[in-house]
Nanobody, 128 residues
Framework: QVQLVESGGGLVQAGGSLRLSCAAS????????MGWFRQAPGKEREFVAA????????YYADSVKGRFTISRDNAKNTVYLQMNSLKPEDTAVYYC?????????????????????WGQGTQVTVSS
């Protein structure tokens, strides 16, 4: 059974930074991609970023490109989301997720339905 546990959320002022962590267990972490999604109140869950197993391939939503950075430490079975220049519209519950398989189709990683393992989420609140 795969388990994903997020941490690092909190309250920050606009323009500030936070780093989210997601600790994974239950399978060979280094061989699978990992992703971050978020869900704001009253909105659907949306893709934020993903990283392939080799860490050489990363993907971002346009809304966070240039501000957020996804990375991973396979030795620690952990994926990170560094969030800089935060905006009030970044306020959401952030979820770590893992797909059931790897894919060479980059669009695969943008689709929420391809992720089968989910963490419990961590709240990020950005005040104006």
């Amino acid at each position: 059974q795969v388990q994903l546990v997020e941490s690092g959320g909190g309250l920050v002022q606009a323009g500030g930074s936070l780093r989210l962590s997601c600790a994974a267990s239950g399978r060979t972490f280094s061989r699978y991609a990992m992703g971050w999604f978020r869900q704001a109140p009253g909105k659907e869950r949306e893709f934020v970023a993903a990283i392939r197993w080799s860490a050489g391939n990363t993907y971002y939503a346009d809304s966070v490109k240039g501000r957020f950075t996804i990375s991973r430490d396979n030795a620690k079975n952990t994926v990170y989301l560094q969030m800089n220049s935060l905006k009030p519209e970044d306020t959401a519950v952030y979820y770590c997720a893992a797909p059931s398989r790897d894919s060479n189709n980059i669009y695969f990683y943008y689709i929420m339905g391809n992720y089968v393992y989910w963490g419990q989420g961590t709240q990020v609140t950005v005040s104006s």
